[in-house]
């Protein structure tokens, strides 16, 4: 399971690599290895799980 992690991350990234960037050069967000999602923008975030 690890494994397929890895490469799904790793195909996100290539596939992405100007997203990324962007990310960067926009919003300061340069760690690569970080997961995150803006606020700002309706529905990237999802909702808080249901308790």
């Known amino acids: 399971m690890h494994r397929l992690v890895q490469v799904t991350k790793a ?3 290539k596939v ?3 997203d ?3 990310q960067c050069e926009k919003f300061g967000h340069c760690d690569k290895e970080e997961m995150f ?3 700002n923008i309706p529905d ?3 909702s808080k799980p249901a308790a």
Do not use: D, P, T, V
Request: glycine residues 6%; charged residues 25%.
């Open 37 to 39: 999602c803006h606020e």
């Open 11 to 13: 195909l996100i990234k």
């Open 16 to 18: 992405f690599a100007k």
């Open 20 to 22: 990324f960037e962007l």
């Open 44 to 46: 990237m975030c999802g």
